[in-house]
Structure formats: C-alpha cells, structure tokens
C-alpha cells in the first residue's frame, strides 16, 4: 500500500511530524514501511508554461517550434519533439537552468538549426512510471487543466511535492489497505483526530429500487450487494488532484467514473464497481455461481471460461462481471455512458481468491476481496462515491439504493485481564495505561474489577482473542518500553543428544582428515535419483516440481558430491576432498512419510599430498580412502566391529570395491569410482564411499576403559606366507587372530609381494606377529608352540605355506 | 741439555700453532711426546748427569712435555670446535621454503553458523530437537494454526509429494511434534535446526532449499520481556557486544503477538548507510508469543502455559556476518569458497 504524505493530512493532523518520523513511528508499532519515496527529488525548475505558438520546425519533420509563455515576460522559443504538442495548451516547461531525474540538467541549445531555451515535458520525464500515465499522455507531454495557472510550479500542481511511503502489510492488517484504516493507525500512534471524508448531498427524487432489482443466489458468496444509480454523468477526465492521487498510490487514472471507483477504494479499502446501466440489457442484477464452462469476456478483451468455482454478476442471464476481480467489456464504463450503476458489495474473500487464481487476475479489488473488508463500510463507500460522481462527473444521485441484504454484522466483544497482560507481556501496567491505548485506538471497552472488555471495530477484522488485544497493547505501549528478563523457574540441562554428539565427532574428524565440508540439495533428477544407492526403493516423486533437475528425493548424496567435484574440477581444482552428510529418503508407500536416514558419504580425487619443491606428489588412491574411514571408526570405538568385503557396486571399478559391514551388517560401501562413470564426469581417478551415518552412531558402543600398560616384554615373530594370489589377507589376518588368540596380541601385514619372483597364480603376505602374556614374561618354547599351531591353521585353512 | 729441552719446546709449540687438522696435531703429539721423541731422548743422557743436576733437569723435561701437551689439548679443542662449526655451517637450510602441506578440510559455513548458535542455546538450558523434512500437512500447517485454505499455504508456495505430505517449509513442525511428546507438561526449551524447501527459483537472494533455525519455549510463566532478553543475548553474542536489538510488532499465524528483532547495522554504527537501507536496523528474525491455538492442538493447558518461538535463517545471518553476496554460494560448494570459512573465531 502506498500511503501519500499530503493526502493523509485530509484525514489526520499530521503537523510537526515529518514523512520520515511517521514512517518510523508506523514501523515501530506494526507496520513496517518499506520505504519513503520523495516524489520531486532531484527535480526543479518545472513551471506551467502556455503554447502560444506551434508552428512546424522548418527543418525537421517530427519537431514542433513552440512560443511559450513561462510567465518571465516575453514567450521562449522551445523546440518540442512531442506529436501531442498544440498551441493554446497548458503544459509543463523545464526552464533553462532546471533539473530532472538522473541529475538532466536544461541548458539553451540549438536543435536543427533553431534555438530552443528548455523543454515541455512528459510525465515520464518528471520521474513518473509509464504505466500510471494516463493513456492519452503516456506518448507525449501532459497536458494542464486550461486553468494551470502560467509561471507556477508545475511540480505542486501534479502534487509532485509529496513523500509516499510504501506499506509493507502483514495478511492481519488488511485494514490498512485503505487510506482511512492508515489514518485510524496514525491518529492512535499520534493520540489524534480522525477527520471523516465528506459525503452529504441531496438525491433527486427518483429512485434507485425502481431502476433495478438485485436478486442473490449465492448469498453464502455474496451476503451483501447494493447498488447506488447516477443518471445524467458527463464522462470526461477526473480533476488533477484526484489523478495525481491515483498516481502516487500506482493507478493509471483513466476517466471521472473509473477514477472515482478506484479512489474509493484506495480511500475504503473498498472495491467498487460502475457499469453503464444502459449497457446492461435488463432491470435486474442477479449473482450466482457460474456453470461449468460458461464462457464471458472480461473488459482487458479476454475471453474467460468460467466454472461453478467462480462467482460471477449478471443481468439476469448473461454474466456482467466476475465478482470482486474484473468487470466484463460488455457492460464497461465509455465515454458515452450517461447512466450508471454502481456496486458496492462484500464477497466472500475465498471465492474471489480462487477466480483471481484460476485466472490469474490479481487486482487492487481482488486482494482486497481476500483479505476481507469492512462490512461495515460497503454502503459509506458506495454513498461517497455516489457524492463525487455528482461532484465531479455532473452526475444526479438516485434516492435510495437497492440492495440484497443477508449480511449480519457482529462486532468482535472480547475479555482479558490485566493480570494477563502484564504476564504474558512482562510489564507492570495499569489498567488506566490499558483504556488509555484503547482509547486511542477508537475501540469501545468497558471495566470490571480486573478485567477489560473491548469492542473491536469492524474494520479491524483481525482481533478475535485475547492475545489480539495484549498484542495491540504490547505494540502501542511500544515494544522498547518492555523490559528484558530471561525465563526463569525449573532449570534444563542444555546438551547435544548422545547422536548429534557423535554426528559433531565425525564431521570434524573428516575435516582434521583434510576433507571440506559440502552442502547439497535433496532434490535431484530421476537419472541421478537412486545411483549409488544402499537400498533401493521407489523414489519419492514432487506432485508439482519446478523442473525436471529437481523433481525427486535423493536415494544417495555421492550423486550431488561427484556434481560438487566436477564443478570444481571445471574450475582448476582437479584436487579436491569433500564430504557430506544428510538425509536420503526412503519410500514408505504413498501415504506414509518415507524413511528418512541421515548417510555419509566422500569423495576425493586428484592428488592427496603433494610438496612441489620437493618432488612429492602422491595420488589418492583405496588405501588413503580406507584410512579416513578406520581413523573415523576408531575414533567411534568400532575399530574392531567393522569389516571391508570386497564386493560389485554399480557404477564402481569391480575389482577396487568393498562393502563395509559394522557386526557384519552391510552399511555402505568405499572403493573407486568405475572408470567409465569417471570418464563421463571428466574426473582423474576418485574414490568415494557412502555409509548409512545412523547406522554407525547409532551403533551402541562400551564405556571408555583404560587397559594396564604392559609390564612384560612381548615376543615378535615375522612370516612370509605363499598363498593363491584370490587369496585376501583379511582370511588370513582372521585365522591368525583367531588361532593365536590368547597370548597373540597383534598381527599386521608389513609386505604384500606379487611380482615374478613368485610361482605364477601365487603371492607372499608378510606378517608381523606379536605375542605377550600381561603377567609374566613368555618364553621362547611357549611362543613356538602357538605359533607352530597359527602356522598349522594357516596351511590347513587357506593353503599358505611359509615361503622359503 | 737444558738448552735443547727449551729448543724442544719452542719448536714443539711451533709446530702445534702451525698445525691445521687433528691428524696432523697427532703426528705432533707422536713426535714430541711419544716414546721414541727427541724429548725421551735427551733424558735418556740424564745417567751422564750428577746426581744434583738429575733432579733439576727431570723436573725440567716434565714442564717441557706438560707445557707441549697442554698446547696439544688446546690446539685441539679449538680444531674440533671449528670442525663442529664447520659442519653446522654446511647443514644450513632454506627456512623460507614452504613446508610439507599437512591435508586440512572445515566445516561448511552453514554449519558453522548453526553450530555457533546451537552452542549458544544449549549454554542456555536449551537442547537439540531434529524432526522429517518431508512432514505431515498438518504438522507443518495445521498444528500451527494455519488451517486448510489459509492463504499463506499455498500449493505455490511448497513443494507437495500428496495432498497430504510435503517438504516441510520451516523448522516450526518440531516444535509442534515436541510439544506433542511432552504431552501437555513443561518446560520445553530446545533449538530446532535444519533443511527446508519452498517452491523459489535460486537466485542470488533465494533458494529453494535453506537451512532455518527455530527455538520454542514453554513454560508455565514465560513472558515477552523474557524474549526480549533472551534474544538480546543471542544478538549481542552472535554480532557483537555493541550491537543494539529492537522489537517490532509483525504477524505470523502461529504467535500472538508476534514480533520480528532488527540488529543496529554495524557498517553504519545506526545512522544508516546501503546495507541497512538508510534505516540503521537490519531484520534478523521474527519471534512472538506461542499462539493459545498452537498450545492447546498440542495438548497445553494455554491458561496455564505460554511460550516463546522464534526462528531465524542462517544463510541471512552469514550472508551479513560474512558478506557473503549471493545464496547459491552455499549449495554450490566451490572449494575456493569453502576454505575461507577455515577460521576459528
């Protein structure tokens, strides 16, 4: 809503508070004004001027060579390229020496030959919008009433010199879509007056009810409607103050009756509208619902198919206007409409909302309609506009109206005590300090004891309960004069849950680790949807997705990771490491929310260490993958739950792939992406892994416990084993454990040998194996007997044999 | 004899000045001092002696040997010392080369921003509540007093699966669902953070996926003024000790009053400048009273409770933190983005 400075001054004393200081007294008790804009800033020296002369340019076909008479003396000679320009009119000069918008300044100049001291000017050039422009001037100079007095400021006469201030409106506050509930506002802000525009005038003795009937079908959409009759208007443009207000509110001003619908409800808040009742074809106004597939034409020419979704107004058979939103072209207002009729209705605001959707027509009247109007102000609207119709298009006012009338109007009474404010509010007012604000807003109320009983004013349809009314006095008591307090009473314990805990370990583990955190979004394609997925199951589709890249929720994160490498890849970073966790959605059938299950996954690419000046560059490669993840799994305590498989992922390299199963239960999988999906993304070698997050933290794990160091020395003893090159060293790191167990306190690989030393099909697996007793010293016999029996198991198990 | 003891001397210590390498101070030594040197010599014609001059000239030939070892000893001390310097000096490195690079990542900036504040609240008394981000119509409408066909749930505005399930569009059906397990007890005090999604086309000022971040407070005497402090130290903390809040009325369906904070703008000190619009306050979130509806759909006494809620989004708040200047930064994941936010602060 944009609310003019000057025209508020009609309706509210608004002297020694500037633009500026209303504005922030507005933002601070509710209503956030958005911005004020200084109409004539950057703009002087624009004057009436008349065109005592036009002749043609004696060189140039488009230019006219005018005698103005500026009011300085003698006419100036300007130049006007302008194709409306014609003697005797009145119109706006910029002088020599004058200023417009974006710091043009007018300067004497020759131009084709003729001299030319200043310009006559466009509304445009006067730093007004295009389309708020009256058709008739949008293509040339504006043209002054004959009156324009020559030599004033032509800036003052188009009001030009005025600050507008741009309402941000909450859905509650539609009250303010109106110039009068602003000045209800301002006047309790200021604690002022409000001055009610005038509306008095004497009807001619003919009646309205005889020139029309008005019947209702739907009175659940249209519980009020009535109609004033003017005969006799004189269509022709509306006075200059009133257009210059429509144009700083951001409406075209088009002729005496449309302007006046639309300052009525920029003054009401209440939408109005005139048909030329000769037009109409009948005596009757009937509003009904529209049947399916009726078709209408709305007055922009369009031709509308309408349902029984739609509430349209007719003459008793034909549709005339679709109710609240648009009126239809064959029964619009024109220059040689002598009668009309005027409505004046309430809709109900939902209906209004669904045929301005449906057909895209959102309008002032429309987003009125919806957010509800006051239903006690229809008739006032319909009677002030009925008076300017008389005023200001010649036209004679009916007696009476008709009307169909089912609306019952019922103030909101509601109760609250003054105990429950200060306790909602944390302040210590009195009940004088509540009447007084009440007061000030014009809402009735009464006292008893402790509590408060207001009347809310129809126009303030948005109070209901009581914290409505703690809310009007939370915002005009003013939220700085609240005190700040912390809550008190039974204290919590503040903490992170056992999971998001672990979920903090891990990522800054990862990033320790070297890798960067990435952020991705949950909706992707159907293509990249369930790649790499754990589980397949269907994929949950958006019913209405924006485009096709963002249409369905993610199975797996690798998919956005990789997107995140290749993009940066494109960019000079072929070296990258990065990580991410979130949620991937699982399908629970159409009705059920889908499982939601928090994954990680990595991926990392290109070099993982390089020192350039000394010559190091090394690749990543599996074993820098898996490193991250047993350094993460120890962190978690899991070191010894966890087992790498080696297994086919689709999209993966086969032969460089591992399930990861934590107590033998699969939750992801790590390896190196297959090199055809590598390839397509214009990757160096990458290799990634994605687990089931909730899986590892959720997995329970034993208290912390501190082991003895041991006092006794252990007894090392290193094999070479030769075993069936398919033959893993997990298999055999399992039979070592598992044989030497107890007094075998560790077993690492320290060699892998697979060259042409070796038998063909063969390779040798190093071993270091460590044995210890914590209580006593071992000897030497007591650890060949156990390592006698490794080696027996390790033969018998897997065909290893020591090398010779 | 005594004559060439001293010669002997003289000679020796010559020698040792003149000597260069421990080698050659050993050749000394073995010369001089050694068994078959010219000094065990001369004493060798001691027996021609008598018996009173035999004492005087031992006594002599030992000063002698004493005074040549003793230069023998020092000579070398400072020929090892300098061998020692020497080699120090040829182990010289370039210590303005770079070293070896150790891997370093960090968190995402979001992360950062929420950690920052979840860290904050739960210093409060405050706890970590999580819920779906595909949610149920009536958590994230309905139980928040945005009943079907209310204008501000519009099937443009969200992201529907069914008619009945959706992309949640706020953080706010946490709330609703943790009111709901307390099953009418307080208090509740807890931080609600993560993903959400609206039907917006990304740009530099939108995205159709953000993170929010929503606190709710239920008690049984829980007051706006209690707000009002609360998120005083919230803004103070996050932005600053000199920062200023200030309280402006707003609506939101679900709290009664409702209001939104602005932050004093820190590039202009509060005179105003661009980034503040010439008002000198920048929004940073909206806040209210717990709507009576809410509580009571979430089975609360409202007679008896009341509450406080606000919600904020953090790529606003690292968007001014930061001056970050465009959303997509943050899905976009360009590691010459993410590095920056390396700094612990």
């Known amino acids: 809503m944009f609310v003019s400075y000057k025209w508020l001054q009609e309706y509210v004393d608004l002297t020694g508070v500037s633009a500026a200081e209303l504005a922030e007294k507005i933002t601070k008790s509710g209503i956030e004004v958005e911005g004020v804009e200084v109409l004539n800033e950057g703009i002087k020296g624009v004057v009436v001027g008349h065109v005592v002369v036009r002749e043609q340019h004696p060189n140039a076909d488009k230019l006219s060579r005018c005698q103005v008479d500026i009011g300085e003396g003698e006419p100036v000679q300007i130049i006007c390229g302008a194709p409306n320009v014609a003697q005797g009119q009145k119109v706006a000069v910029a002088k020599v020496g004058a200023v417009l918008p974006g710091n043009f300044k007018i300067k004497k100049a020759k131009l084709r030959g003729e001299e030319s001291n200043g310009m006559i000017c466009s509304l445009q050039e006067l730093g007004m919008e295009g389309k708020i422009v009256p058709k008739e001037y949008a293509e040339g100079i504006f043209v002054f009433p004959a009156d324009a007095e020559v030599g004033t400021d032509a800036l003052e006469l188009l009001n030009r010199d005025d600050e507008v201030l741009e309402l941000g409106l909450t859905p509650n506050r539609a009250d303010c879509l109106s110039m009068l509930g602003v000045a209800y506002e301002v006047a309790a802000i200021l604690g002022r007056e409000v001055k009610l525009p005038d509306t008095a005038l004497e009807p001619i003795s003919e009646k309205a009810a005889d020139y029309v009937e008005i019947n209702v079908d739907a009175k659940e959409d249209s519980p009020l409607y009535v109609a004033k009759m003017i005969k006799n208007v004189k269509i022709g443009p509306s006075p200059l103050w009133m257009q210059t207000r429509l144009m700083s509110a951001g409406i075209r001003p088009h002729n005496n009756v449309v302007d006046i619908t639309n300052y009525i409800l920029l003054e009401y808040g209440q939408p109005l509208h005139a048909f030329d009742y000769d037009r109409l074809g009948s005596k009757e106004i009937l509003v009904r619902r529209a049947n399916d597939g009726e078709k209408f034409v709305t007055l922009d020419d369009v031709e509308r198919t309408l349902s029984s979704d739609h509430l349209v107004i007719t003459n008793g058979t034909e549709p005339v206007a679709l109710a609240g939103v648009m009126g239809g072209a064959n029964s619009e207002v024109t220059s040689d409409t002598t009668t009309v009729l005027l409505e004046a209705a309430y809709f109900n605001g939902a209906i209004v909302r669904k045929a301005s959707k449906d057909h895209g027509l959102r309008s002032e009247a429309s987003a009125r309609f919806e957010k509800g109007v006051d239903p006690n102000r229809v008739r006032a609207a319909g009677e002030r506009a009925a008076y300017l119709m008389a005023k200001y298009a010649g036209g004679e006012v009916l007696e009476g109206e008709a009307v169909a009338d089912t609306l019952t109007v019922e103030p909101a009474v509601v109760s609250v005590t003054l105990e429950k404010i200060n306790r909602v509010l944390g302040t210590d007012l009195t009940m004088k300090d509540v009447e007084e604000i009440f007061a000030r807003l014009q809402f009735e109320t009464s006292v008893e004891d402790d509590t408060i009983t207001v009347t809310a004013p129809t126009r303030r349809g948005d109070i209901k309960i009581e914290e409505d009314l703690i809310e009007e006095v939370a915002r005009l008591y003013g939220y700085d004069n609240i005190p700040k307090t912390l809550p008190i009473g039974s204290s919590t314990p503040g903490k992170l849950s056992e999971y998001q805990k672990k979920r903090r370990v891990v990522r800054a583990y990862l990033e320790g680790a070297g890798l960067y955190q990435a952020v991705t979004y949950s909706l992707t394609s159907e293509e990249k949807a369930a790649q790499f997925a754990l589980e397949k199951r269907d994929t949950i589709h958006l019913a209405m997705p924006m485009s096709e890249d963002r249409s369905i929720l993610r199975l797996s994160i690798l998919p956005q990771l990789l997107e995140v490498l290749k993009y940066n890849n494109a960019r000079q970073n072929d070296s990258l490491a990065v990580y991410e966790t979130g949620n991937i959605f699982l399908a629970n059938g159409k009705d059920a929310l889908p499982e939601e299950r928090e994954h990680l996954a990595a991926a990392i690419t290109g070099l993982w260490h390089s020192h350039s000046w000394q010559g190091e560059k090394k690749p990543v490669d599996f074993f820098v993958l898996k490193g991250i993840l047993e350094g993460m799994f120890a962190k978690l305590g899991l070191t010894e739950r966890v087992t790498y498989v080696q297994a086919q992922v689709d999209g993966m390299h086969p032969g460089r792939t591992a399930e990861i199963l934590l107590d033998g239960e699969k939750i992801g999988f790590a390896g190196q992406l297959h090199p055809s999906v590598q390839k397509g993304l214009d990757l160096k070698d990458t290799y990634v892994f994605e687990l089931s997050l909730k899986a590892v933290l959720g997995a329970e794990t034993e208290a912390l416990k501190y082991q003895a160091i041991p006092r006794y020395p252990s007894i090392t003893r290193d094999i070479a084993l030769v075993v069936n090159r398919e033959t893993v060293s997990g298999t055999l790191w399992e039979i070592i454990t598992n044989t030497g167990a107890p007094l075998l306190k560790e077993a690492t690989v320290f060699d892998l040998y697979e060259g042409d030393k070796m038998e063909a099909g063969k390779k040798s697996l190093a071993f270091s194996l460590k044995y210890m007793d914590p209580e006593r010293t071992l000897t030497d016999e007591e650890v060949t007997k156990v390592h006698n029996r490794v080696l027996a198991a390790l033969e018998e198990q897997a065909g290893a044999v020591l090398r010779g | ?345």
């Open chain 2, 1 to 345: 004899m005594q004559e060439r003891l001293r010669e002997l001397q003289q000679e020796a210590i010559q020698k040792v000045e003149q000597s260069a390498s421990l080698k050659e101070l050993n050749d000394i030594r073995v010369a001089y001092l050694g068994k078959k040197g010219p000094i065990t010599e001369v004493l060798r014609g001691m027996g021609k002696l008598s018996a009173e001059e035999r004492p005087v000239m031992g006594a002599l030939a030992n000063e002698v040997r004493e005074a040549i070892a003793a230069k023998i000893e020092a000579k070398q001390n400072e020929l090892e010392e300098a061998a020692v310097l020497e080699k120090l000096a040829s182990e010289s490195i370039d210590v303005t080369l770079p070293g070896r690079p150790t891997k370093v990542g960090n968190q995402h900036p979001l992360t950062k921003i929420i950690e920052e504040i979840e860290d904050l609240f739960i210093g409060m008394g405050y706890e970590i509540a999580e819920g779906p981000e595909v949610e149920q119509d009536y958590y994230n409408f309905e139980a928040l007093n945005l009943p079907k066909g209310h204008p501000a749930r519009d099937m443009q505005d969200s992201f529907y699966i069914t008619e009945e399930i959706l992309l949640r569009t706020h953080t706010s059906p946490v709330q609703a669902r943790t009111m709901e397990k307390h099953q009418g007890k307080g208090p509740i005090k807890i931080i609600c953070p993560g993903k959400v999604y609206r039907r917006d086309n990304d740009d530099a000022t939108h995205s159709h996926q953000f993170m929010q971040i929503e606190g709710l407070v239920v008690g049984e005497n829980i007051r706006m003024s209690d707000l009002k402090g609360t998120l005083e130290v919230f803004a103070k903390k996050m932005f600053g000790q000199d920062r200023e809040i200030r309280l402006r009325p707003s609506f939101f369906p679900f709290t009664e009053p409702s209001v939104e904070m602005d932050i004093s703008c820190k590039m202009c000190g509060g005179h105003g400048c661009n980034v503040c619009k010439h008002t000198g306050w920048i929004e940073i979130l909206g806040a209210g009273i717990v709507h009576p509806n809410v509580l009571e759909m979430a089975g609360y006494d409202s007679k008896k409770y009341t509450g406080f809620a606000f919600g904020m989004g953090p790529e606003r708040i690292a968007m001014l933190k930061y001056g970050v200047d465009d959303i997509r930064h943050f899905y976009t994941n360009d590691v010459r983005f993410l590095k920056q936010f390396a700094v612990e602060e």
